[in-house]
C-alpha cells in the first residue's frame, strides 16, 4: 500500500486530516504514533508553527478512517509517507 492516504473517497475521521503550514526557513515533520492520527499532535504542531517552522503533518497509510484500513499497512509505508512529506 504504497498509495497515498487517505484515499480518494475515504471518510476521514473529523480532525483526523492532515495539516501544513508555510514557515520560515526552517521546518518540522510532525507524526502521530501507530494508534493514534494528526490530531493527536496538531497541538505541537501549532506551536512550532507559531514561532516561524514550516509545518508538514501527514495522515499515515491505514490511520484516519475505519480500523480495517489499517490492517494490510506494513511500516514500509508508514516510513515511505513519511519520506514523501519530508520532501
Known sequence: ???????????VVPGAEPWSA???????????GFTGNCSGVR???EALHAVGFAIEV???PGHGTKVEDLLPTTFDDWYEAAERSLA
Open 58 to 60: 501527514p495522515l499515515l
Open 43 to 45: 497541538p505541537v504542531a
Open 22 to 32: 508555510a514557515g520560515g526557513p526552517h521546518g518540522a515533520l510532525v507524526l502521530h
Open 1 to 11: 500500500m504504497t498509495a497515498d492516504w487517505p484515499p480518494e473517497g475515504a471518510v
